[in-house]
C-alpha cells in the first residue's frame, strides 16, 4: 500500500503549468517538522518534501494556497528516475497529492502573515483578498457542542 500524509507549511507559492495536452499540474514544496527533537537538546528537525498535485487539485491549490500556509497533503509517493544535464543518473522523491486540506483558520493565518490573498480565475499574476473568494470563515459559536 503506498499512502502518505504529510503535514506542514509552503516553502514557495504553488507553481502551476499546464502540460501540452492542457492538463493543469502544480508543484511545490512543505516544510514539515519531524515529530521529535533530538534527545541533546537540539533544534527540531525538518524535511522539505516536494509535492506535486494534478487537475482539478492543482487548480485549487494554486488558487486558494500561498507561501507560509499551513497545510495537510494525502496522496502517495513516487519515485522518479531522470539524467542531469551531465548525464548522471539521479533519482527523487516526491508526494503525489490526492486531496489537499487547509489546517489552520483564516484568523490564525492572518495573526501570523497577515492578509490571506488568493489568485484570480482570470488572470493568475492578479491577487484578490479571501474575502472575494467562494470560501468564507463560519462565525458561530461552538460552546455548545458535545466534543
Given at each position: 500500500?503506498?499512502?502518505?500524509?504529510?503535514?506542514?507549511?509552503?516553502?514557495?507559492?504553488?507553481?502551476?503549468?499546464?502540460?501540452p495536452n492542457?492538463?493543469?499540474?502544480?508543484?511545490?514544496?512543505?516544510?514539515?517538522?519531524?515529530?521529535?527533537?533530538?534527545?541533546?537538546?537540539?533544534?527540531?528537525?525538518?524535511?522539505?518534501?516536494?509535492?506535486?498535485?494534478?487537475?482539478?487539485?492543482?487548480?485549487?491549490?494554486?488558487?486558494?494556497?500561498?507561501?507560509?500556509?499551513?497545510?495537510?497533503?494525502?496522496?502517495?509517493?513516487?519515485?522518479?528516475?531522470?539524467?542531469?544535464?551531465?548525464?548522471?543518473?539521479?533519482?527523487?522523491?516526491?508526494?503525489?497529492?490526492?486531496?489537499?486540506?487547509?489546517?489552520?483558520?483564516?484568523k490564525s493565518?492572518?495573526?501570523?502573515?497577515?492578509?490571506?490573498?488568493?489568485?484570480?480565475?482570470?488572470?493568475?499574476?492578479?491577487?484578490?483578498?479571501?474575502?472575494?473568494?467562494?470560501?468564507?470563515?463560519?462565525?458561530?459559536?461552538?460552546?455548545?457542542?458535545?466534543?
Amino acid at each position: 500500500m503506498n499512502h502518505i500524509v504529510i503535514m506542514g507549511r509552503l516553502t514557495r507559492d504553488p507553481e502551476l503549468r499546464h502540460t501540452p495536452n492542457g492538463v493543469a499540474v502544480a508543484s511545490f514544496s512543505l516544510a514539515v517538522d519531524r515529530g521529535f527533537t533530538p534527545k541533546d537538546g537540539g533544534e527540531k528537525q525538518t524535511d522539505f518534501i516536494d509535492v506535486v498535485a494534478w487537475r482539478n487539485t492543482a487548480e485549487f491549490v494554486s488558487k486558494y494556497f500561498v507561501k507560509g500556509q499551513m497545510a495537510a497533503v494525502v496522496g502517495r509517493l513516487q519515485i522518479r528516475d531522470w539524467q542531469d544535464k551531465d548525464g548522471n543518473k539521479r533519482r527523487s522523491a516526491e508526494v503525489v497529492a490526492d486531496n489537499i486540506y487547509f489546517t489552520e483558520s483564516k484568523k490564525s493565518r492572518e495573526a501570523s502573515f497577515g492578509p490571506v490573498e488568493v489568485k484570480d480565475d482570470i488572470n493568475s499574476n492578479y491577487t484578490t483578498p479571501v474575502e472575494g473568494s467562494d470560501f468564507s470563515e463560519l462565525d458561530i459559536d461552538d460552546g455548545e457542542l458535545p466534543f
